[in-house]
């Protein structure tokens, strides 16, 4: 997947609590998270009362915040704590979705150390898991 031109949402281990729940302390894991790979259906008026009910009742809405695209290269993100509620949450939305794990290591001319996160996920190349949870360094070394 082509980054340029894209912004991301860094998600991980030791950031903000880890609310998705993947690697470990002594195994730490961190990702980059294209913003608009989750879908916004059904999306509420532009109104706070009902951005703040969406956020509250929708379960798509289980999410640190939105990042609108606007013309001439603007964006707006709107965070769930903007609207004075709670983040990290307990079952954000990303954490529930399918993972499918697309490392092929063989594209880039780098000596990747063997303990590199970048060589764990490319044991699980293809791979598809049912949620960020289910992946593990184990799943790697078997």
Partial sequence: MEL???????VGTHINGNPYG???????LHLL??????PIENPPPLEL???????????????EGIVWHC???TLVKLHRYHLGLEWPLPDPFLASRPVSINVDLTSFPWDFETKSPFVFLARLNGRRFDRLKDISWEDAES
């Fill in 4 to 10: 340029l031109e894209r912004t991301l949402e860094l």
């Fill in 49 to 63: 009362m009902d951005m703040a009910a969406w956020f509250k009742e929708s379960e798509r809405a289980r999410v």
């Fill in 22 to 28: 993947f690697g470990s302390k002594k195994r730490p």
């Fill in 33 to 38: 998270v294209c913003h608009g790979s989750l």
């Fill in 71 to 73: 013309g001439a290269g």
